[in-house]
């Protein structure tokens, strides 16, 4: 069974930056997608950034392309999301997520497509 552990999320002041990490366990994840989702209060859960573990194509959505790198260590099962020039709109629980497809551009936007959530972690960015 797959299981995701999300951490360091946090308090930061606009401009600044986090790196959230996901921890995977239970199988190996070569064929793999992880994908990174945000929800904020009032909002639907949203496509933050993905990356098919083999190849390390990533995708980004439009509104953190350029401020956010999604990125993998297979040596320690790990998925992270470096995040820079935070903005306060980009407050948020962020979660990880695994597919067991490698999904492309359009298809790793899909809630639907992943199959195992991790619990999430908060951001909070301040102006």
């Known amino acids: 069974q797959v299981q995701l552990v999300e951490s360091g999320g946090g308090l930061v002041q606009a401009g600044g930056s986090l790196r959230l990490s996901c921890a995977a366990s239970?199988?190996?994840?070569?064929?793999?997608?992880m994908g990174w989702f945000r929800q904020a209060p009032g909002k639907l859960r949203a496509f933050v950034a993905a990356?098919?573990?083999?190849?390390?194509?990533?995708y980004y959505s439009d509104s953190v392309k350029g401020r956010f790198t999604i990125s993998r260590d297979s040596a320690k099962n790990t998925v992270y999301l470096e995040m820079n020039s935070l903005k306060p709109e980009d407050t948020a629980v962020y979660y990880c997520?695994?597919?067991?497809?490698?999904?492309?551009?359009?298809?790793?936007?899909?809630?639907?497509?992943?199959?195992?959530w991790g619990q999430g972690t908060q951001v909070t960015v301040s102006s």
């Open positions: 997520a695994a597919s067991r497809r490698l999904l492309g551009s359009v298809s790793s936007r899909q809630l639907g497509e992943y199959h195992d």
């Open positions: 239970g199988r190996t994840f070569s064929g793999y997608t």
């Open positions: 990356i098919r573990w083999s190849s390390s194509s990533t």
